[in-house]
């Protein structure tokens, strides 16, 4: 059965500060990468992907990928009360299909 | 550009009733996905299609369950009969290539389906 695996919080992070939110994966073949935000009765946005290991930065947004390690984490640098919300998890594998971690919760504390 | 679009946006039945779900996906993606999450659980990957073919259905629950995206365009969630099982949020994704690489997936909105 493979999972992708994300502690489900909730993480409270002080405004300001970076959030550092983790996931991993069981296929080691998995291919592709993904971050999504979820906020409380809407549907995911999709905010970070990465294919490669090593880091990817989009404005506050950097996502981590050591395939080694099964291990992929997005940081949130300079947190806002916005960003507060589930951010899920998605590793596309080598059978092509997403699967998705359960989400952690992120609260940024003002 | 417009996103991927469902109808309805909340939907509540009787057993035994049929449901249809429509999925317009983002003008041009050939990929069409359904998922669902049922309370408390992730995401769950239901089927993809490619076009007007269903390139992986291995996560249709039940024969309850059929899709249909006629002329590779919108598609259809039928489920018939409900059952209370089916109660959930049913998502769909877009994507303009499935080939890894290109195939960032774009939600909708989703259709929250109650069952009682």
């Known amino acids: 059965q493979k999972e992708v695996e994300q502690n489900s919080g909730p993480l409270s992070v002080p405004e300001g500060a970076i959030a550092s939110l983790n996931c991993t994966y069981s296929?080691?073949?998995?291919?592709?990468f993904f971050w999504y935000r979820q906020y409380s009765g809407k549907s995911p946005e999709l905010i970070m992907f990465?294919?490669?290991?090593g880091d990817k930065e989009d404005g506050r947004f950097t996502a981590q990928l050591n395939k080694a390690s099964q291990y992929v984490s997005l940081l949130i640098r300079d947190s806002q009360p916005s960003d507060s919300a589930t951010y899920l998890c998605?590793?596309?594998?080598?059978?092509?299909?997403?699967?998705f971690g359960k989400g952690t919760r992120l609260h940024i504390l003002p | 550009e417009a996103g991927v679009t469902q109808f309805p946006s909340h939907s509540v039945i009787e057993k035994g009733q049929t449901v249809t779900l429509r999925c317009d996906p983002i003008?041009?993606?050939?990929?069409l996905y359904w998922y669902r999450r049922v309370m408390g659980k992730e995401i769950k990957f239901l089927l993809h299609?490619?076009?007007?073919?269903?390139?992986?259905e291995s996560g249709m629950p039940n024969n309850r369950f059929l899709a249909e995206r006629t002329g590779g365009t919108y598609s259809t969630l039928k489920v018939q009969p409900a059952e209370l099982e089916d109660s959930g949020v049913y998502f769909c994704?877009?994507?303009?290539?499935?080939?890894?690489?290109?195939?960032?997936?774009?939600f909708g909105p989703g259709t929250r389906l109650t069952v009682t």
């Open positions: 990465i294919y490669s290991n």
């Open positions: 299609f490619v076009k007007e073919s269903k390139q992986d």
């Open positions: 296929d080691r073949g998995s291919q592709s």
């Open positions: 994704a877009s994507s303009q290539s499935g080939l890894a690489g290109g195939d960032e997936q774009y």
């Open positions: 998605a590793v596309r594998g080598r059978d092509d299909k997403i699967i």
């Open positions: 003008s041009g993606h050939d990929n």
